[in-house]
């Protein structure tokens, strides 16, 4: 049994290189940069995803990273696992997401709140125990049409961004991962 995590930090995206760089996996590279901050060890495959774990500096906070390798749509198989392995209490479960409903760029910390539509988090919601996690909600932008193909077609297709829009907007969700958990979780209501 893994030794318990302060921290359960969880990249939403797709497995696979057809999705790499698509605004829908943008958590996984949020994740990614953290794990590579805080300079843990190459991620190995535990709970059906991608697992590192260490402390975000010598002596510091305990976290676990997980990138799912599920589908997004069904995330929750490897993060219930991981949970209650680590015996992380859900409001200290920071899910990194893609949110179509936010301009690009801007990036929102939340406890809990609605689902929005979004399966990914509907699956986490199911087998975590309740909606009430911390979440960090990454502005993709979203296509002039509401036609559900041209949104799918929108979140797993390219960034429209350039690699340098991508990179500021990963760095800050990164920063307001790390400020969720220097602060112990207070203030997400939607900041």
């Known amino acids: 049994m893994p030794a318990p995590a302060d921290w359960l930090v969880v990249g939403l995206g797709?497995?696979?290189s057809q999705y790499a760089g698509s605004?829908?996996?943008i958590?996984?590279?949020v994740a990614a940069e953290l794990a590579r901050r805080w300079d843990l060890p190459k991620p190995r495959t535990k709970f059906a995803g991608l697992l590192t774990v260490g402390r975000t500096s010598p002596g510091g906070t305990r976290v676990a990273v997980l990138l799912p390798q599920t589908f997004m749509n069904e995330s929750g198989r490897s993060v219930g696992p991981a949970r209650g392995a680590f015996g992380v209490a859900l409001d200290r479960v920071i899910v990194l997401h893609d949110e179509i409903d936010l301009p690009f760029g801007e990036v929102r910390t939340?406890?809990?709140g609605g689902l929005a539509g979004h399966n990914?988090?509907?699956?986490l919601?199911?087998?975590i125990g309740g909606p009430e996690f911390q979440r960090i909600r990454i502005g993709v932008g979203r296509p002039e049409s509401t036609?559900?193909?041209r949104v799918s077609a929108y979140v797993l297709g390219r960034f429209r961004q350039s690699d340098g829009e991508v990179r500021e907007l990963v760095a800050a969700a990164a920063d307001a991962a790390e400020?969720?958990?220097d602060s112990g979780g207070a203030g997400a209501a939607d900041s």
């Open 14 to 16: 797709n497995p696979g």
């Open 23 to 25: 605004p829908h996996n």
């Open 27 to 29: 958590g996984f590279e």
């Open 110 to 112: 939340r406890l809990g």
């Open 120 to 123: 990914g988090l509907k699956s």
């Open 125 to 127: 919601a199911k087998e």
């Open 147 to 149: 036609d559900p193909d």
């Open 179 to 181: 400020t969720l958990i």
